[in-house]
């Protein structure tokens, strides 16, 4: 596609339950990333691939939070048992190289854990 | 869809006047910045980026002014018209390859018709 895409844009979840959100990066973007962006704030950083490694996870506030992009191109953030401080926008962004450069958003998926 | 920044500071100004945007940076390290503009329901925006070795880039009806000694950048938007309602958020780069964001809090911009 021609943007970042992300899936499913709303997600509802009970305490407790897992949920998985998807990233659809631009095509040919070697650098992916994972923000959190709660009510009110800016996006704070999660965690970085470039290619399929995972280069930087020190922003995944828990080990409840997992991701993985496994042929280097989708991308999926699973977090596990799922609490109310995790809801928020989950945003995907990637870019062309690992240089500094525009970096480009998908819409986010918000999750509201209730 | 749901609106960003519910309890973020407001700028209100009006349409065809110059807007002007103030973001604080925390790392003196840093040595790229970038403005992103957010409208709700949708990802942040690129508008304009900066390096540390310069003080004032110029991009279409939009300015950054970057004074490291105090750690200050601005955003200014010259005649602002009503799709540059949104949220303004400055970012600063941590890491040497520009691989991670900060992002600062935030400024609302209504512009008034």
């Known amino acids: 596609g021609a943007g970042v895409s992300q899936s499913p844009r709303y997600k509802v979840a009970k305490r407790g339950q897992d949920v998985a959100l998807r990233c659809d990066p631009i095509?040919?973007?070697?650098?992916l990333f994972w923000y959190q962006q709660a009510l009110g704030q800016g996006p704070e950083f999660l965690t970085y691939?470039?290619?399929?490694?995972?280069?930087?996870k020190s922003g995944l506030p828990s080990d409840r939070f997992f991701a993985e992009r496994p042929e280097g191109s989708v991308s999926t953030l699973k977090i596990q048992r799922t609490q109310q401080e995790d809801s928020a926008v989950y945003l995907c962004?990637?870019?062309?190289?690992?240089?500094?450069?525009?970096?480009?958003f998908g819409e986010g998926s918000r999750l509201t854990v209730l | 869809g749901e609106s960003v920044g519910l309890h973020l500071p407001t700028l209100s100004v009006q349409e065809g006047d110059n807007s002007i945007i103030n973001c604080a940076y925390s790392?003196?390290?840093?040595?790229?910045f970038i403005w992103y503009k957010q409208e709700s329901g949708k990802g942040p925006q690129f508008i304009i980026d900066?390096?540390?070795?310069?003080d004032k880039r110029q991009g279409q009806r939009v300015t950054v002014l970057l004074n490291k000694t105090v750690k200050h950048l601005s955003l200014q938007i010259a005649a602002t018209q009503p799709g540059d309602s949104a949220v303004y958020f400055c970012?600063?780069?941590?890491?040497?390859?520009?691989?991670?964001?900060?992002f600062g809090g935030g400024t609302r911009v209504l512009v008034k018709p």
């Open positions: 962004a990637s870019k062309v190289r690992d240089l500094a450069g525009e970096l480009f």
């Open positions: 095509s040919g973007h070697v650098s």
């Open positions: 691939f470039q290619n399929e490694a995972q280069l930087d």
């Open positions: 790392n003196s390290a840093s040595d790229y």
């Open positions: 900066i390096r540390s070795n310069m």
């Open positions: 970012a600063e780069n941590e890491g040497a390859a520009g691989n991670k964001l900060t």
